[in-house]
């Protein structure tokens, strides 16, 4: 979504993919892209497309029924200003306008000062609550599918502490697992983007521009609010990391009492975090080393560094200790950290946090 420098298609491309993205912009458009780039990297399926004097954005989904919800609901969410313009959809494509802005991730590590990453994080929560609130005014939540509520999606996430210590050799911690799968059966009835990681998002001047709509469905709204505070890239110290909880805990609760969200804030977001935990883990066992930093963080990857990790691991245990059912998370989060000699970088100077 974000701009990049665009190349001839013809210098890169293979020739079935060159004539695939030629026969779509064809139908499309009416004619072939004067240039084609991958602002997210050749191996997805997204791409932006020069058409004249104009650029766009071309995303492929699973099937055309996922693209044609995608774009119902940016279409009906486009008046708030805070996605991009749809201007069709062509089978399993979405063609949407292409926004100059810059990716969330990268613009925050540009931020020194902690306190200008706070205003940065406020305003891009509160484009994404203001989102859910004109979604649900225009009854959106009725017109999406439910987003992860049976019980493969609750004993997956349920696992992941395990699967983490059988890579990296470490104990399992003993979590109450009857309490949390309890707390995460809920009563899906809230629109949520789902997937509202900060890669997912813009920075557009004085306003975030929230993209990659494949995934929104009706689950609880406090999904977002954890998917971009625990999130890898969002670093941040734990003082503004409370501070943001404060102020955005209500509007993402909707009518929860702030005791039950914070609550099931704090378990889904160490749950989100061990997700991506043990997917970065998994990697660098796989690959026997760190992954480049600015690689990651510039190419939309998942944070494989010890930066990242380190930051996730010590976040999942200041969030576990609110939980009852997770207290034993703690000192688990605590051995994972030893285990890798992971230490906490200086959250207020970025160029202190070098790539790996």
Same mark, same amino acid.
């Given at each position: 979504m974000a701009k990049s420098k665009s190349s001839d298609a013809s210098t890169f491309l293979k020739t079935a993919r060159r004539e695939e993205i030629e026969a779509l912009c064809k139908r499309a458009f009416g004619r072939i892209p004067k240039r084609v780039a991958f602002p997210g990297g050749r191996s997805r399926s997204a791409f932006m497309a020069e058409i004249g004097d104009e650029r766009f954005v071309l995303a492929k989904r699973d099937s055309p029924g996922d693209a044609v919800? +995608?774009? $119902?609901?940016?279409?009906?969410?486009?008046?708030?200003g805070l996605v991009p313009r749809v201007v069709k959809v062509v089978d399993e494509w979405v063609v949407q306008e292409l926004v100059d802005g810059i990716?969330?991730?990268?613009?925050?590590?540009?931020?020194?000062? $902690?306190? %200008?990453?706070? /205003? $940065?994080?406020d305003q891009s929560l509160s484009a994404l609550a203001d989102l859910q609130d004109y979604a649900h005014a225009q009854n959106l939540h009725h017109r999406v599918p439910r987003v992860g509520p049976d019980r493969d999606w609750s004993d997956g996430n349920l696992m992941r502490a395990r699967k983490i210590s059988e890579i990296v050799g470490i104990a399992p911690p003993l979590l109450d697992y009857g309490r949390l799968e309890k707390l995460f059966r809920l009563d899906p009835r809230d629109f949520v983007k789902a997937d509202a990681r900060p890669g997912n998002a813009l920075v557009c001047g004085d306003r975030t521009v929230w993209f990659d709509w494949e995934g929104c469905g009706r689950r609880h709204a406090l999904?977002?609010?954890?998917?971009? @505070?625990?999130? %890898?890239?969002t670093a941040i110290d734990p003082d503004t990391e409370t501070r943001l909880i404060e102020r955005h805990l209500s509007r993402f609760a909707r009518n929860r009492s702030e005791t039950e969200a914070f609550e099931y804030l704090m378990a889904f977001g160490v749950f &989100?975090?061990?997700?991506?935990? &043990?997917? /970065? $883990?998994? =990697?660098?066992?796989?690959?026997?080393? *760190? *992954?480049?930093?600015?690689?990651?963080? &510039?190419?939309?990857?998942i944070g494989v560094t010890p930066t990242e990790v380190g930051l996730m691991c010590d976040r999942a245990r200041r969030w576990? @200790?609110?939980?009852?059912?997770? &207290?034993?998370?703690?000192? *688990?989060? +605590?051995? @994972?950290? +030893?285990? =890798?000699?992971?230490?906490?970088?200086?959250?207020?100077?970025?160029?202190?946090?070098? /790539?790996?």
């Amino acid at each position: 979504m974000a701009k990049s420098k665009s190349s001839d298609a013809s210098t890169f491309l293979k020739t079935a993919r060159r004539e695939e993205i030629e026969a779509l912009c064809k139908r499309a458009f009416g004619r072939i892209p004067k240039r084609v780039a991958f602002p997210g990297g050749r191996s997805r399926s997204a791409f932006m497309a020069e058409i004249g004097d104009e650029r766009f954005v071309l995303a492929k989904r699973d099937s055309p029924g996922d693209a044609v919800i +995608e774009g $119902i609901v940016m279409k009906v969410l486009s008046p708030t200003g805070l996605v991009p313009r749809v201007v069709k959809v062509v089978d399993e494509w979405v063609v949407q306008e292409l926004v100059d802005g810059i990716r969330l991730p990268v613009f925050l590590d540009g931020l020194a000062d $902690i306190r %200008e990453r706070e /205003a $940065i994080l406020d305003q891009s929560l509160s484009a994404l609550a203001d989102l859910q609130d004109y979604a649900h005014a225009q009854n959106l939540h009725h017109r999406v599918p439910r987003v992860g509520p049976d019980r493969d999606w609750s004993d997956g996430n349920l696992m992941r502490a395990r699967k983490i210590s059988e890579i990296v050799g470490i104990a399992p911690p003993l979590l109450d697992y009857g309490r949390l799968e309890k707390l995460f059966r809920l009563d899906p009835r809230d629109f949520v983007k789902a997937d509202a990681r900060p890669g997912n998002a813009l920075v557009c001047g004085d306003r975030t521009v929230w993209f990659d709509w494949e995934g929104c469905g009706r689950r609880h709204a406090l999904d977002d609010l954890a998917f971009v @505070l625990s999130d %890898e890239w969002t670093a941040i110290d734990p003082d503004t990391e409370t501070r943001l909880i404060e102020r955005h805990l209500s509007r993402f609760a909707r009518n929860r009492s702030e005791t039950e969200a914070f609550e099931y804030l704090m378990a889904f977001g160490v749950f &989100h975090m061990l997700a991506r935990m &043990h997917r /970065a $883990i998994r =990697y660098r066992d796989r690959d026997g080393k *760190w *992954w480049s930093r600015d690689k990651c963080l &510039h190419n939309d990857k998942i944070g494989v560094t010890p930066t990242e990790v380190g930051l996730m691991c010590d976040r999942a245990r200041r969030w576990s @200790l609110q939980v009852t059912a997770l &207290h034993t998370l703690a000192p *688990w989060c +605590e051995n @994972l950290m +030893e285990k =890798y000699d992971l230490d906490l970088p200086d959250l207020g100077a970025t160029d202190q946090r070098k /790539a790996v």
